[in-house]
Nanobody, 124 residues
């Protein structure tokens, strides 16, 4: 069984930066893509970013391209999300998934265990 836990987040003014971390513990397999999604209450969960198991390939949702950077440390089973130039529309609960599928077909979804989510709030 895999346990996923997000950390970081918080509140920042527009134009600022925040970073998120996601640690996977338990029966993890580093040879899979990990990634982030976000959700605003009342809306569907949206793909944010994913990274291949070696970290050689990264994938981003259109809304965050050029502003967010995903990275990973397989020795720590941890994936990171650096968020720059934040906008109020980035406000959401951010979820980590330890096994993101569908990135190559441009239809990413969380196949593995979800974290509990962490709030990111961007104010004007």
């Amino acid at each position: 069984q895999v346990h996923v836990e997000e950390s970081g987040g918080g509140q920042v003014q527009a134009g600022g930066s925040l970073s998120l971390s996601c640690a996977a513990t338990g029966r993890t397999d580093s040879s899979i893509a990990m990634g982030w999604f976000r959700q605003v209450q009342g809306k569907e969960r949206e793909f944010v970013a994913a990274i291949s198991w070696r970290g050689l390939r990264t994938y981003y949702g259109d809304a965050v391209k050029g502003r967010f950077t995903i990275s990973r440390d397989n020795a720590k089973n941890t994936v990171y999300l650096q968020m720059n130039s934040l906008k109020p529309e980035d406000t959401a609960v951010y979820y980590c998934n330890h096994d993101v599928a569908g990135v190559e077909s441009h239809a990413p979804y969380g196949f593995g265990t979800w974290g509990r989510g962490i709030q990111v709030t961007v104010s004007l």
